[in-house]
């Protein structure tokens, strides 16, 4: 838990329970990245597959015969928060030659994908004409489960960014009843407060096998890292980030 707390992120070892489940929800996985109804989340030329809400797991994570999500880096996650329905996960899956521009994003977004890892907050929403930065979900916690073995664009994140977000958060929303929350404009604190995490965290590559997962903190400052392997075969993980109970928990817990 100290590590956690400290660096915003760590790392589990090979776990069994976990390997059984990964062996289990390969398959459905694949098979949703190829459904016609998935169409639309490959993005960036092909290169990646941003899979919202694509695995077809139930509220415990089970999925085709894997039994519900177990393992202790799950059992950790639980522990912050309390007993949690698990959301159907996130498939991200990338390919050789991420990142090609994403059909939309301008030159200078283009650039910074592939200059910051398209670095962001969790939870944190463009919106409206003027493009104004708004929290607009409220996570508890990202669990990160490696479904292939390829190490290619591991998921990067900059250690200690949380602490320094969650101050930004909580000076942001001091007063303001959870109702008023996501009318508040993130914009400007958000942009020079990233410009200082660039400077003063360190980028960390997190690199995971199949049996092993990552658990980031819900205000860590994180991204994907260009495709740069030699390996051709693509890298898929399985992202769980469930609602936390309440707002007020997710502003004021560590």
Not at 217 to 226: I, K, Q, T
């Amino acid at each position: 838990m100290k590590e956690y707390l400290e660096k915003g992120w760590i790392k589990f070892a090979h776990d069994a329970a976990l390997a059984a489940w990964v062996e289990a929800a390969r398959q459905p996985a694949w098979d949703a990245v190829a459904a016609p109804e998935n169409t639309h989340w490959h993005q960036c030329g092909g290169t990646w597959f941003v899979g919202v809400d694509a695995l077809a797991n139930d509220a415990s994570g089970a999925v085709g015969q894997s039994g519900p999500l177990t393992g202790q880096a799950h059992d950790f996650a639980r522990a912050l928060f309390g007993p949690l329905p698990l959301h159907q996960a996130q498939l991200s899956v990338i390919y050789d030659g991420y990142p090609r521009p994403r059909e939309g994003e301008s030159d200078a977004a283009g650039r910074y994908r592939l200059k910051r890892d398209a670095a962001h907050l969790d939870g944190l929403k463009l919106e409206g004409a003027e493009r104004q930065r708004r929290m607009g979900e409220y996570h508890a916690w990202v669990l990160g489960i490696p479904l292939s073995e390829s190490a290619a664009s591991p998921m990067v994140v900059w250690e200690g960014s949380h602490r320094l977000l969650h101050d930004m958060l909580r000076a942001a929303f001091a007063g303001l009843p959870e109702s008023q929350w996501h009318e508040v404009d993130l914009t400007a604190r958000y942009q020079a407060l990233r410009a200082r995490i660039f400077e003063e965290c360190q980028r960390v590559e997190v690199c995971a096998k199949p049996g092993e997962a990552y658990l980031m903190h819900r205000f860590a400052l994180h991204g994907v890292a260009p495709w740069g392997a030699a390996d051709a075969a693509p890298r898929m993980i399985a992202y769980f980030r469930p609602e936390a109970p309440s707002r007020t928990d997710w502003l004021n817990k560590p």
